[in-house]
């Protein structure tokens, strides 16, 4: 059973980057972006 993390960035490219190597790891991953002003849209 692999561990869950959720992933908060505003940054698609960054947040797309770290999911990789998460996923890589093992890590069952779940993005969410922020938007500029700070909340979920």
Excluded: W
């Excluded at 947040?15 to 002003?37: H, K, M, P, S, W």
Aim: hydrophobic share 40%.
């Amino acid at each position: 059973m692999s561990s869950s993390i959720l992933l908060i960035e505003d940054e698609a490219k960054l947040a797309r980057f770290i999911q990789l190597e998460l996923d890589c790891e093992g890590y069952q991953t779940t993005v969410a972006q922020f938007n500029r002003i700070g909340n979920l849209p």
